[in-house]
């Protein structure tokens, strides 16, 4: 190919990951501000909450994780999960892992309070028994502490996405054609997605930690396109 066609290229990716960095970091400022609260400076000519916070960000992070996605990528969960588990689940699995073994440190210098509440439930000292039960759950991504609250992102993330690659594969082998694979692929995301969305509406159920699964999957396939 032409020179001047490769530099074009470079330069259209280039401003394509410079898109992506700069809608990250809004949705990154738009979390901050909202954990900030900053309903005191609201006022009757202006709300500061729908413009500085809110969760309209997670769905903004779940589609910009698509944006890169590609089938080809998907169709092969080995691989796939494989790098994902290196850059998602590995530092994830890690950092639950020091923060619940430094739990009862957390408390010992006060940085943890005792009369806080966490998601329903009160910090409290863990037992050896509390400490063994935190590194297990750690393991399987349902580690709760406090520290790592926003952690709960990568995790429904990487699950999102071994759900995506390993049900793309299943459902290229089924498919006698690309349509038809684009077309079980969409209706596996969407439909389970809407369901449990409609489902919520009139029984409420939340799972903790794995209530957006769903959701999540489905935006991060919109993002990929």
């Known amino acids: 190919r032409p020179l001047h066609q490769e530099r074009k290229e470079d330069f259209h990716r280039q401003m394509r990951e410079d898109w992506v960095d700069i809608a990250k970091a809004i949705a990154i400022m738009g979390i901050v501000l909202w954990h900030m609260k900053l309903d005191w400076i609201s006022h009757e000519l202006f709300q500061a909450y729908p413009l500085a916070g809110g969760m309209w960000p997670v769905p903004v992070f779940f589609m910009l994780a698509g944006f890169f996605l590609t089938d080809a990528k998907l169709r092969h969960p080995k691989t796939f999960i494989a790098k994902k588990a290196k850059r998602l689940y590995v530092p994830t699995v890690c950092l639950y892992l020091i923060a619940t073994l430094l739990h009862n440190v ?3 210098i006060g940085f943890y309070g005792l009369k806080v509440d966490y998601e ?3 910090i409290s000292v863990y037992s050896t028994v509390d400490t063994l039960k935190g590194l297990v759950a750690s393991v399987f991504l349902a580690g709760r502490e406090l520290i790592l609250a926003p ?4 995790c429904v993330l990487f699950v999102a996405l071994c759900w995506m690659s390993l049900a793309s594969y299943g459902l290229k082998r089924l498919s006698v054609s690309e349509s038809r694979y684009k077309s079980l692929q969409l209706l596996t995301f969407l439909l ?9 509406r009139v029984h409420p159920i939340e799972i903790p930690r794995y209530g957006s699964l769903l959701k999540a999957t489905w935006l991060v396939y919109v993002g990929m396109f």
């Open 192 to 200: 389970p997605a809407l369901a449990f969305a409609l489902l919520q």
């Open 106 to 108: 957390f408390i010992s």
């Open 120 to 122: 329903g439930q009160y």
């Open 151 to 154: 952690l709960w992102f990568a």
